[in-house]
């Protein structure tokens, strides 16, 4: 069974960092691309950042590029985000999410996701 | 970015009647080369993650009831529940995965009359 658990969620100040971790499980982690999606209170689903299946190839929503870094450890079967010069605006629940298949291909799994909260 | 317009913001539709979401794409999703819809029919209900129901625009994802539907081409895709269950009330959301900035719809609230 696929399962994906974020961690490093928490309160920040305005300016701050965080990283999140999501550690993933009951797959081959190396063969998947890998997502991170965030949501507001109350509001839409957003994506952040995404990274190829060996780490070489990432991409970035405007609003987080130069700000957000993604990285994968293979061998850790782990995925982060690094989180700079947080904002207000980056108040959300963060997920992780994997696509469905290998290729090109919808997200077809989430995990619970983490609460990140900017604020002073 | 391609940006994903999802009509109604909410809808309300009585027990066993028929519910339909529209989703509006500024841009075609479908890929000449293999004839596919790279869109996306996720549903959300409080305090749960996102959950795939439908994938290159009309295939049920393997578990979805078959009363959801999927069905649409290019840019104009519609979310068919067929017989509204009280279990189906949540928040619906299409998704475009052609370009790798992947986009979301605002989200269509789906409720009881």
């Known amino acids: 069974e696929v399962q994906l658990v974020e961690s490093g969620g928490g309160l920040v100040q305005p300016g701050g960092s965080l990283r999140l971790s999501c550690a993933a499980s009951?797959?081959?982690?190396?063969?998947?691309?890998m997502h991170w999606v965030r949501q507001a209170p109350g509001k839409g689903l957003v994506w952040v950042s995404r990274i190829n299946s060996d780490g070489s190839s990432t991409s970035y929503a405007d609003s987080v590029r130069g700000r957000f870094t993604i990285s994968r450890d293979n061998a850790k079967n782990t995925v982060y985000l690094q989180m700079n010069s947080l904002r207000a605006e980056d108040t959300a629940v963060y997920y992780c999410?994997?696509?469905?298949?290998?290729?090109?291909?919808?997200?077809?799994?989430w995990g619970q996701g983490t609460l990140v909260t900017v604020s002073s | 970015d391609i940006v994903m317009t999802q009509s109604p913001d909410s809808l309300a539709v009585s027990l066993g009647e028929r519910a339909t979401i529209n989703c509006k794409s500024s841009q075609s999703v479908l890929y000449s080369s293999n004839n596919k819809n790279y869109l996306a029919w996720y549903q959300q209900k409080p305090g749960q993650p996102p959950k795939l129901l439908i994938y290159?625009?009309?295939t049920r994802e393997s578990g979805v009831p078959d009363r959801f539907s999927g069905s649409g081409s290019g840019t104009d895709f519609t979310l068919t529940i067929s017989s509204l269950q009280a279990e189906d009330v949540a928040v619906y959301y299409c998704?475009?995965?052609?370009?790798?900035?992947?986009?979301f719809g605002q989200g269509t609230r789906l409720e009881i009359k």
């Open positions: 999410a994997r696509v469905r298949d290998s290729g090109w291909n919808p997200l077809g799994h």
């Open positions: 290159w625009a009309s």
């Open positions: 009951g797959f081959t982690f190396s063969s998947y691309w």
């Open positions: 998704h475009q995965y052609y370009t790798t900035e992947i986009t």
